[in-house]
């Protein structure tokens, strides 16, 4: 947990990795390719431990022999249905788990919110398969609505490797990326990470010494 007297240069340092990462990224935004609401929650829940350039690879098929959430419903309701859904799905990997998440998640919004996605991060967890990092991603993107900051893999990773925190789970990171960076940047602050992970600083071995960030945050 972050110490109160740290806070201004923990913040002070967001700033200078906020302005490096706006010149590298100017337009960083969610890799994912949907056109509705309930299209980005699929995109998202095959995302779970598959690259996005998988899942949009994927999704283009899934989404025209699904066309809306009806289609997900009635693919739940029988051993056929559910087995062709996974069928569509398994290159995304865990495709068992993720083709009961997302048509149990179908279930759940046709009969317990009328068929539309809640608004609010305590409706949004409700979902099966939906928790806090996948919430936040869908709140932002489907309805502009910044309740936190989306904490993936990337952004685990580079919040310690940038000195912003030292704790380890999703949770507790964004609990001190909440208190570091500015509510107004808490949106973009994910996108450009996840950009800036894939682009310069991934986790696969490199020369960490010629990531940009690494003379800024010295």
């Known amino acids: 947990m972050i110490k109160e007297q740290d806070l201004p240069r923990l913040r002070a340092r967001w700033r200078t990795i906020a302005r490096v990462l706006g010149t590298l990224f ?32 994927i999704t ?28 569509m799905i398994k290159p995304s990997g865990f495709y068992r788990a993720k083709a009961h998440n997302i048509l149990a998640a ?15 991060m305590e409706g949004m967890v409700a979902i ?20 936190g900051i989306a904490v993936d893999t990337h952004v685990m990773r580079l919040a310690r490797v940038l000195g912003l925190t ?6 507790k990171i964004e609990r001190d990326l909440m208190r570091i960076v500015p509510r107004k940047d ?5 996108y450009m990470l996840i950009d800036y992970g ?21």
């Open 26 to 57: 100017p337009h960083a935004t969610i890799a994912l390719r949907f056109s509705n609401e309930w299209e980005l929650l699929v995109a998202v829940q095959l995302s779970a431990q598959c690259t996005d350039k998988k899942v949009n690879e």
């Open 128 to 147: 099966p398969g939906i928790g806090r990092k996948s919430a936040n991603v869908i709140l932002g993107n489907a309805y502009g609505i910044v309740e």
């Open 166 to 171: 030292d704790e380890r789970t999703p949770e």
């Open 186 to 190: 808490w949106f973009n602050a994910t």
């Open 198 to 218: 894939r682009k310069y600083c991934h986790a696969r071995r490199h020369d960490h010494a010629h990531c940009p960030l690494t003379a800024v945050c010295a």
């Open 106 to 120: 179908a279930k759940y919004v046709k009969e317990e919110c009328h068929g539309r996605l809640p608004r609010t």
């Open 60 to 87: 283009p098929a899934l989404f025209a022999r699904y066309p809306d959430l009806e289609a997900y419903v009635r693919a739940g309701k029988t051993p056929a249905g559910i087995r062709e859904f996974e069928r």
